[in-house]
């Protein structure tokens, strides 16, 4: 089956949603203050957030077997969001 174009766009999307949150990330690793680390994992949170609902929009354009592993990865992404808003930097 050929994707289609939404599909497409869809996967770009969270492509690059998905390289954001790496980025930010990795910001937040480097953060030489705490205000500094809790700005970037602020934005990898909103990212994650945006992530998990082009993973929704995908789930619902899919078929049954296809929307149990496009289900996990949204688990992943909460898990990720629940150990994100819970990280804090020790100084």
């Known amino acids: 089956m050929?994707?289609?174009?939404?599909?497409?766009?869809l996967s770009e999307k969270l492509i690059e949603?998905?390289?954001?949150?790496?980025?930010?990330?990795a910001r937040a690793l480097e953060a030489r203050s705490k205000k500094e680390f809790n700005g970037s994992l602020k934005i990898c949170l909103k990212k994650l957030k945006e992530t998990r609902l082009f993973l929704r929009v995908m789930k619902d354009t899919h078929e049954a077997n296809e929307a149990r592993a496009i289900q996990n990865a949204i688990e992943e992404c909460?898990?990720?969001?629940?150990?994100?808003?819970?990280s804090k930097r020790i100084f």
Do not use: M, Q, R
Not at 2 to 9: G, M, V, Y
Not at 17 to 25: D, F, G, K, P, R
């Open 78 to 86: 909460n898990d990720l969001i629940t150990i994100l808003s819970k």
């Open 17 to 25: 949603v998905h390289t954001a949150v790496t980025e930010n990330y």
């Open 2 to 9: 050929n994707p289609s174009t939404f599909e497409l766009k």
